[in-house]
């Protein structure tokens, strides 16, 4: 599995190998270094990955913190957001590009809010929905950056280890303002939020100077040499971040998230990890919705960097001076603009080469319109009432296509003659550079180069390069992990291009690689007869990156060039099997070199103990022998492990010296869950005998109350019960293939708490030290009970579904607010590697015991003194399941005798206890 990722935060995008500094092999000439990258090459590379038959992931990452309520009042970043999975999807249409997206929130944790869905022209809404869904997302209690880029970290390695292929990974991670920790000053804020993060074990939040040595552990372990940042560089994820900037906030709320995105910031001077050259990211402030939309259009056409133009406006009527002009030719079929002016109730004409103004009428923000055009049709949006977005389409066989073509803007009153307009222009070449080696993507050093270079339509057809109108240049470079290229075909032009190629591979590392082509075209001048009246448009460039193998000599063996260790849950080593192809022996020797690693791991290594010097190397063999490498570290923490570790390989006749050859490897490491605390407690109390304190029992139980580990899959479903039957859809109750798409991993740093599928799921003791805690499943403004006994808990006013710790197999019911009796949201949950017997039996289970569920549910609702509070699960005045030490529910003296709440029909009163119990009063 090949990663090559990119995180989207503003401005651009970067996609990246595994980035490591590892020293050339023995005896090679270092070639030289690329140390610069800048915001158009991170789109490029990241397009690169992707046109070279990578799978794009892109993770859409909202802030939801409720300052949005100010600094985003009309939802600008939904609808900027919207957009771009718009573009996207148009782009993937375009180009045949495999891009998948998922959207996930963050505040105070990072929660998903769908699964992985591939772009194309049918998903694009759905996911439009999914993204619309956040606008009311802006009541998150602060702003966690560990929490969001570790969330993300986890989503993009499981998504990455589930191909085999090579990933092209994206986060696009908006927010309007710095990481910021809150005091959880009362047992509400405690209930709901916790009071310690992963990043800070041991530290209460429940105080201002719990708080700032928090925020400072985050701080450290995100910008630490190997923090979180560079676990997310050197797995290949490049990071784009957009802040939106609100009036008031001051310059440098947004240094850190530069500085993450891009290794450091300005102002002030700001470093973050140490894996920043090249420049792993980019970001972009933003003050309003044309600038979002702009920050998040830099993004949409992956691999094709926009021709950014401004200009000003024509004042009254049209005018030539202040267009905005491009250049077409036969291979320019598609082309997408996005125009703004600095002021409202402007007109935007296009101008096509037989130069007649089209005027695009105004019609209402969002809505689409189209008109026709020179050789063609535009179809346009207003995104705002500045800003506009417009598809130009060739016709086929169209004749009056080619020449030059203008964006105009107008201010029909003439009162802007100071203000500036703006365009982003996105010129779809359908010409791509190829590489008749790519299949194979093996390189030997010391060999000659295999195959030949070429250009390509979007079908893939060969295209004579005499055949192109406007110029073309060809450029090749192969690089390896260190970051060492040499360059194999420099600016041929359309004569040279595709002829024999006499460099020779040399001094690079052995191990993986890539070969980048890079076909810069410009498209054909406008003449008149002979003569040029305007220049041809320079294009962004079309680069295609190819995952290659750099090989030793063809007398020395291949070995595997990179390796996944996979999940590690609480374990400390993990094997991989490495392949030993050809001729000659490879064994194991010399240390690995740790890119990034989660603090508090200890001293990593990579062992072949049975294969460690060449005396038991392991021979080589035609179809491969296997080399068994073991991954081992001192403690499991959660985060990634990623480094190379070097493979010693000899020639099977004896000649040359053993060359070494590096291998990249990754692993996710989880955090185990601890019950040793329980069993420590357990021995003492019984040798002590009452002697002990109870409250050891009590804490012990508290601490194995977490949801077992491993991948969780959910689906949430309306459902209406109609004479006794589940209906879904107007059809009995079923699952269907397309549902379970939703995938979380529970580990360690989430075992206690998570959102899933809307819901929030908290680990929770019981009373007893010696039985097992449970789950209470919890949506504000819903009422909920689960398949178990009991069904519900009582809680802070609101009745909360009661779950076991092992929640897989299982199913909430939730009632939602003012919802009619018979209707009522499901949600089931299945571990990721379930059989579909288990899906099978849930659904029998809903069928079966659903309606009298959500009777008992409503009828305990109709019981509380608040119909509506209960079913909101907000605070009535009621005393609360969670008390400080023991307790019988009885109010406090100041507390009025109402408030109580009813008896259990268990008859058991409300018992709490300080570690956070929550077992109360059962239905």
């Known amino acids: 599995m090949t990663a090559l990722a990119a995180v989207f935060i503003t401005g651009a995008v970067v996609a990246t190998p595994f980035v490591g500094a590892v020293a050339p092999a023995s005896g090679a000439t270092p070639a030289s270094t690329s140390t610069t990258s800048s915001p158009d090459a991170a789109v490029t590379d990241f397009g690169g990955c992707i046109a070279g038959g990578g799978s794009g992931d892109l993770l859409l990452l909202m802030d939801d913190s409720g300052s949005l309520k100010q600094s985003d009042p009309d939802d600008d970043r939904v609808q900027a957001a919207q957009y771009l999975v718009r573009q996207l999807g148009r782009f993937a249409d375009q180009t045949g590009s495999d891009i998948a997206v998922r959207v996930a929130r963050f505040s105070t944790n990072y929660a998903d809010v769908g ?175 044309d600038n979002l939309l702009f920050a998040f259009d830099a993004l949409s056409t992956p691999g094709q960097a926009p021709l950014s133009q401004e200009s000003g406006i024509c004042q009254v009527s049209y005018c030539t001076d202040q267009a905005h002009d491009f250049v077409l030719d036969d291979s320019t079929p598609d082309v997408h603009v996005l125009a703004a002016a600095d002021v409202d109730a402007v007109d935007v004409d296009i101008v096509g080469p037989d130069g007649k103004p089209v005027q695009l009428p105004r019609s209402a923000v969002g809505t689409e319109a189209r ?220 240390e690995p070199k740790i890119a990034a690693a989660p603090s508090d791991t200890g001293d990593v290594a990579v062992t072949a103990e049975a294969h460690d010097s060449s005396s038991t190397c392991v021979r080589a063999s035609k179809s491969g022998r296997p080399l068994e490498v073991t991954l081992t570290f001192d403690e499991s923490q959660n985060g990634t492990v990623n480094g190379t570790f070097p493979v010693r390989i000899a020639s099977a006749d004896g ?50 109350a977490r949801m077992p580990s491993g991948g969780l899959l959910s689906q949430r479903s309306s459902v209406t019960v109609v004479d006794g039957r589940v209906m879904r859809d107007g059809v009995p109750f079923a ?104 899906r099978t039996a849930i659904a029998d289970s809903i069928r079966d015991r659903l309606p009298e569920v959500l009777d008992r549910l409503r009828d305990a609702a109709d019981e509380m003194p608040d119909v509506e509070h209960a079913l909101a699960g907000v605070s009535t005045g009621r005393a609360d399941a969670s008390s400080l030490g023991f307790g019988t529910g009885a109010p406090p003296a100041d507390r009025p005798a109402e408030s109580t709440p009813p008896p259990s029909q268990s008859g058991g009163d409300d018992v709490g206890f300080g570690f956070g119990f929550e077992d109360g009063p059962r239905r």
């Open 371 to 590: 008109v026709a055009v020179p050789g063609g049709t535009a179809s346009y949006t207003w995104e705002s009432n500045s800003a506009v977005s417009i598809d130009i389409s060739r016709a086929d066989g169209a004749t009056a296509w080619a020449g030059l073509w203008k964006v105009v803007f107008i201010d029909p009153a003439g009162t802007s003659a100071d203000k500036r307009s703006r365009t982003n222009i996105h010129i779809s070449s359908d010409l791509v550079p190829t590489w008749s080696g790519s299949s194979a993507a093996r390189v030997h050093l010391q060999d000659a180069w295999p195959g030949t270079f070429g250009i390509a339509d979007g079908d893939g057809e060969e295209v004579p390069p005499s055949s192109v109108r406007g110029t073309a240049t060809l450029t090749a470079i192969l690089a390896d992990e260190a970051g060492h290229r040499q360059t194999v075909l420099d600016a041929a032009d359309k004569e040279h291009l595709s002829g024999p190629i006499t460099a020779e591979p040399t001094g690079l590392d052995l191990g993986a690689g890539t070969v980048e082509m890079r076909l810069d075209l410009t498209t054909a001048p406008v003449l008149d007869g002979t003569t040029v009246v305007h220049e041809g448009t320079t294009l962004a460039p079309a680069v295609v990156r190819v995952p290659v193998s750099v090989l030793a000599p063809s007398q020395f063996p291949e070995v595997t060039d990179s390796v996944d260790f996979g999940t590690l849950d609480g374990e400390t080593s993990a094997t991989a099997v490495l392949r030993v192809t050809g001729s000659g022996c490879a064994w194991i020797s010399g």
């Open 115 to 289: 699964g992985w869905t591939a772009l194309d022209g049918k998903s694009v809404s759905t996911v439009a929905d999914t993204v619309a869904g956040l606008a009311d997302a802006d009541d998150g209690f602060e702003t966690d950056y560990w929490s969001a880029l570790d969330g993300a970290r986890g989503d993009l390695a499981a998504r990455a280890s589930s191909r085999s292929g090579t990933s092209c990974q994206a986060i696009a991670w908006f927010t309007d303002g710095k990481a910021e920790y809150v005091v959880r000053g009362t047992q509400s804020a405690q209930d709901s939020y916790g009071t310690t993060k992963p990043f800070a074990p041991g530290v209460e939040l429940t105080s201002q100077s719990g708080v700032d040595e928090a925020t400072a552990a985050a701080d450290k372990d995100l910008c630490r040499a190997g923090g979180l940042a560079d676990q997310l560089r050197s797995s290949g994820v490049t990071t784009f971040a957009i802040g939106l900037e609100s009036s008031g906030a001051p310059a440098n709320d947004f240094a850190q998230l530069e500085a993450i995105a891009t290794g450091s910031s300005a102002s002030p001077k700001t470093t973050c990890g140490s894996i920043n050259d090249p420049i792993p990211g980019s970001f972009t402030l933003a003050s309003d919705i």
């Open 735 to 838: 699952f269907r293939p397309t549902d379970f798409t939703t995938m979380q991993t529970i580990s360690g740093r989430n075992a206690r708490s998570l959102v899933v599928a809307g819901l929030s799921l908290r680990a929770r003791p019981s009373r007893s030290p010696f039985t097992a805690g449970f789950v209470i499943a919890t949506e504000p403004g819903s009422a909920a009970a689960s398949d178990v006994a009991p069904a519900s808990i009582r809680l802070g006013g609101g009745l909360r579904a009661r779950l076991p710790l092992a929640i897989q197999g299982h199913w909430v019911v939730l009632a939602p607010v003012g919802s009619s009796a018979g209707t009522a949201e499901v949600v089931a949950f299945v571990g990721s590697g379930a059989p579909d017997s288990v």
């Open 655 to 704: 000649s040359g010296e053993p060359l070494t050859t590096n291998v990249s490897f990754t692993a996710d490491l989880r955090r185990p869950l601890n019950e040793a605390n329980f069993l420590l407690a357990l021995v003492v109390a019984l040798i002590a005998g009452p002697g002990i304190p109870l409250a050891l029992l009590y804490l012990a139980s508290f601490l194995v």
